[in-house]
């Protein structure tokens, strides 16, 4: 069983940055695509950001400019930093990763409430 386990949500004011962080129990180097996904209350898990193998990346149009999603295959993360965050950027952040033998794992998810 692979685990995922995500850090790096907190509070912060608009305007200002949060780097999360997504750790694999498993080596990412047979993963076809790893993403970051998130819900606000009372609205459907949306697509964020997703890291494809070769590098191709794919974004939100909210989160375009903004938002970095990037890999450290030594150390097993995939991380997103969050740059010029707006209150509407708060939800439950979600890890999912793909991996060619092993199946699709999600995180247990990390808060980011962006607020003044």
């Known amino acids: 069983q692979v685990q995922l386990v995500e850090s790096g949500g907190g509070l912060v004011q608009p305007g200002g940055s949060l780097r999360l962080s997504c750790a694999a129990s498993a080596t990412i180097f047979s993963t076809s695509a790893m993403g970051w996904y998130r819900q606000a209350p009372g609205k459907e898990r949306e697509l964020v950001a997703s890291?494809?193998?070769?590098?191709?990346?794919n974004y939100a149009d909210s989160v375009k400019g903004r938002f970095t999603i990037s890999r450290d295959n030594a150390k097993s993360t995939v991380s997103l930093q969050m740059n010029s965050l707006k209150p509407e950027d708060t939800a439950v952040y979600y890890c999912?990763?793909?991996?060619?033998?092993?199946?699709?794992?999600w995180g247990q998810g990390t808060q980011v409430t962006v607020s003044s």
């Open positions: 999912n990763v793909r991996w060619d033998f092993l199946g699709n794992y």
């Open positions: 890291l494809f193998r070769g590098g191709r990346t």
